[in-house]
C-alpha cells in the first residue's frame, strides 16, 4: 500500500492550502485515514482525522479552520487548511489504516512520505 500526499507549499498568513493523500495498491478496506504533522523540534502531533463513516477529529489548534474530507470511491483524503498561522508551518503526514485482505482482521497503519507547508508572517 502506498500513500501519495501532495499540495503542499509556501503561502502567507491568512491563506490556504488543500493537502490531498491517495492510497494505491492491494487495499481490501480503509479504516481511519488522516493527517499529522511535525514541526522542527516537535513532535509529531495529530491534526486531524476521519474514520469511514465519516466522523471527524481535530486537534484544539486547528479547529474551525481545518477540515477533513475523504473520498471512499478514490481511497483519498483531503485537509483544507484555512487561516493558516505561522505555527501550522510542518511536514504533514498522512495516514490510513488498511486491510489488505479480507483474511487479515486487524488494520494497519500506512504513511504517506510528507509534503511541507510553510506559513510566511
Known amino acids: 500500500v502506498q500513500l501519495q500526499a501532495s499540495g503542499g507549499g509556501l503561502v502567507q498568513a491568512g491563506g490556504s492550502l488543500r493537502l490531498s493523500c491517495a492510497a494505491s495498491g492491494s487495499i481490501y478496506s480503509i479504516y481511519t485515514m488522516g493527517w499529522y504533522r511535525q514541526a522542527p523540534g516537535k513532535q509529531r502531533e495529530l491534526v486531524a482525522h476521519?474514520?469511514?463513516?465519516?466522523?471527524?477529529n481535530y486537534a484544539d489548534s486547528v479547529k474551525g479552520r481545518f477540515t477533513i474530507s475523504r473520498d471512499n470511491a478514490k481511497d483519498t483524503v483531503y485537509l483544507l487548511m484555512n487561516s493558516l498561522k505561522p505555527e501550522d508551518a510542518a511536514v504533514y503526514y498522512c495516514?490510513?489504516?488498511?486491510?489488505?485482505?479480507?483474511?487479515?482482521?486487524?488494520?494497519?497503519?500506512?504513511w504517506g512520505q510528507g509534503t511541507q507547508v510553510t506559513v510566511s508572517s
Open positions: 476521519i474514520t469511514s463513516g465519516g466522523s471527524m
Open positions: 495516514y490510513a489504516s488498511v486491510r489488505t485482505s479480507m483474511l487479515i482482521t486487524v488494520p494497519y497503519d500506512y
